[in-house]
Antibody
Framework: EVQLLESGGGLVQPGGSLRLSCAAS????????MSWVRQAPGKGLEWVST????????YYVDSVKGLFTISRDNSMNTLYLQMNSLRAEDTALYYC?????????????WGQGTLVTVSS | QTVVTQEPSLTVSPGGTVTLTCASS?????????PNWFQQKPGQAPRALIY???NRHSWTPARFSGSLLGGKAALTLSGAQPEDEAEYYC?????????FGGGTKLTVL
């Protein structure tokens, strides 16, 4: 059974940093691309970043380029999102999602999310 | 900035049929955009329904189908059930970047 468990969210001041983690199980983690998707309170879904299974090939939404870094530790079956210089508009529930293959554009499984609140 | 547009809201009668669409500001949506569709109910994580334009996941009920229609990606629900009331999102692939539509709130009434 595929499971994705996000953690690391919390309250952070504007300009601060946070690192999110997504612990994966139930599949061969290194063989699949992974993404982060966020949802601001009461709003729609926004794609944030994608990392291919091999660890090469990273993609970001323009609003987080140079601020967020996606990475993975295939030995630990864990996906990360390092978020720096956080702004109020980064407040959201952050989901990790699994792709159907190492380079597949298609998503299949989602975690339950971790909440990030940026506020003073 | 690329914008993906969905109907903000739609209503369908129980047992009825409804089509949700997904348009790209860059032009006609083709299979190369790998349209994905997701269902989200209040307080829950999104659930994948359709990938690669037309393909159902193993858990997707057969009453959901995906297609291309008039230059847009489309999700058709045939035989709507009360449990299908939810928000539906499409996702398009732009060769690396991805963009979600704004979502369609589907009411079954």
């Amino acid at each position: 059974e595929v499971q994705l468990l996000e953690s690391g969210g919390g309250l952070v001041q504007p300009g601060g940093s946070l690192r999110l983690s997504c612990a994966a199980s139930g599949f061969t983690f290194s063989s699949y691309a992974m993404s982060w998707v966020r949802q601001a309170p009461g709003k729609g879904l926004e794609w944030v970043s994608t990392l291919r299974g091999s660890g090469s090939g990273t993609y970001y939404v323009d609003s987080v380029k140079g601020l967020f870094t996606i990475s993975r530790d295939n030995s630990m079956n864990t996906l990360y999102l390092q978020m720096n210089s956080l702004r109020a508009e980064d407040t959201a529930l952050y989901y990790c999602a699994k792709h159907r293959g190492s380079t597949s554009p298609d998503l299949d499984f989602w975690g339950q999310g971790t909440l990030v609140t940026v506020s003073s | 900035q690329t914008v993906v547009t969905q109907e903000p809201s739609l209503t369908v009668s129980p047992g009825g049929t409804v089509t949700l669409t997904c348009a790209s500001s860059t032009g006609a949506v083709t299979s190369g955009y790998y349209p994905n569709w997701f269902q989200q109910k209040p307080g829950q994580a999104p659930r994948a329904l359709i990938y690669g334009t037309t393909n159902r996941h193993s858990w997707t009920p057969a009453r959901f189908s995906g297609s291309l229609l008039g230059g847009k990606a489309a999700l058709t629900l045939s035989g709507a059930q009360p449990e299908d009331e939810a928000e539906y999102y499409c996702l398009l692939y732009y060769g690396g970047a991805r963009v979600f539509g704004g979502g369609t709130k589907l009411t079954v009434l």
